[in-house]
């Protein structure tokens, strides 16, 4: 009997033994599994991350690539018109350029250079909805921008052409004038030319050739508002 007691006791310390062997066996198990499954997701993370950012850099080198290109097929266009004669565009020579503060009866119309008043206009793509002082304007043609105005010939279409032209260029503004005898004329510092529609392509000849162009008097010269209010 007492045999017997002893026999049960060890095979139950034995079953005791063998489940804690599976107990350790079961948890290392996990545990590379655990450990198996952190791999796999960091390893996806990182390789999410230097996709991400390879993906990012890549969208930047190309938009960076896009920006030189365009810069330098703009570069070529403006080197190519700067060599190019423009049919109809007039100009003037021997312009005076001293600082007034009275009106001035200038020779021609709208006027490209001659005596002006010591503030220019706003000039960076500016639209303007009705009339500007002469005086101002010429200033700023005087700082190499181009002056775009146009009389009630000019059409919807026209001015809306013209105006988007503007507004993203640059030593450019436009008003309406309609004293002037053309439809539309192009206007840059002893530089002038007239059309009938803005859909004539001599019009994006004159930007090319004349925003910051060869007959800008003071090269740099800033072209943001200083306060005149026409």
């Known amino acids: 009997m007492g045999s017997a007691s002893k026999q049960s006791a060890a095979a139950r310390r034995a079953r005791i033994e063998q489940l804690r062997q599976e107990e350790k ?9 655990a450990f198996t499954a952190a791999g796999v997701v960091l390893a996806g993370m990182v390789g999410g991350g ?19 290109a365009s810069a330098s097929a703009q570069a070529a266009a403006r080197q190519a018109a700067a060599k190019t004669d423009i049919p109809g565009v007039r100009t003037w020579k021997n312009l005076t350029f001293n600082h007034v503060t009275k009106k001035v009866a200038y020779p ?50 026209d001015i809306k052409t013209l105006s988007s032209k503007v507004s993203t260029t640059p030593y450019s503004f436009m008003s309406p004038y309609p004293d002037e005898k053309g439809t539309v004329t192009l206007s840059a510092w002893g530089t002038q030319l007239t059309v009938d529609s803005a859909k ?23 072209c943001s508002d200083v ?3 026409p």
């Not at 010429?138 to 775009?148: D, F, P, Q, R, Y």
């Open 200 to 222: 004539d392509p001599r019009v994006n000849q004159f930007f090319l050739k004349y925003v910051q162009g060869p007959q800008t008097r003071e090269p740099g010269a800033s």
């Open 25 to 33: 066996r079961r948890e290392r198990r996990n545990k590379v599994i």
């Open 108 to 157: 021609m119309t709208p006027p490209v250079g001659g005596d002006h008043n010591p503030q220019w206009l706003d000039c960076e793509g500016k639209v303007y909805d009705k009339p500007v002082p002469n005086e101002n304007a010429v200033h700023s043609l005087e700082h190499g921008a181009v002056w775009v105005t146009y009389n009630g010939k000019a059409t919807p279409a």
């Open 227 to 229: 306060g005149v209010m």
């Open 50 to 68: 230097i996709w991400i950012v390879t993906d990012a850099n890549s969208k930047d080198d190309a938009k960076k690539a896009q920006a030189a």
